[in-house]
């Protein structure tokens, strides 16, 4: 691995693990702005109440599961970029 490879995977995985905290911890209003315009297309803007709370809550969990899988993804990328460099050092030697 050279040392632009390691950058680079070191920049992709700081940036899925950003894009993940911030998925995970707005994912509640990403989901309710989602649910509101859901119920905006609904007719006349009316719909069951426990039908929009689902909408939501749904919504609001797709967030969060997109951003724990970036956030792990990102975590598991980071180690990689920091061990593969040891073992491959280790190997060659």
Known sequence: MSKDHIKTFCIISI?????????????????????????MKQSEGIADTSQ??????????????IGSISLITGLLLAMLTYFAPLFLRKNKG
């Open 15 to 39: 940036l899925l693990i950003i894009a993940g905290f911030v998925l995970m911890f707005s994912s509640v209003s990403y989901g309710t702005s989602l649910g509101s315009s859901w119920l």
């Open 52 to 65: 929009y709370n689902m909408i939501v809550k749904t919504y609001i969990n797709n967030f969060v599961i």
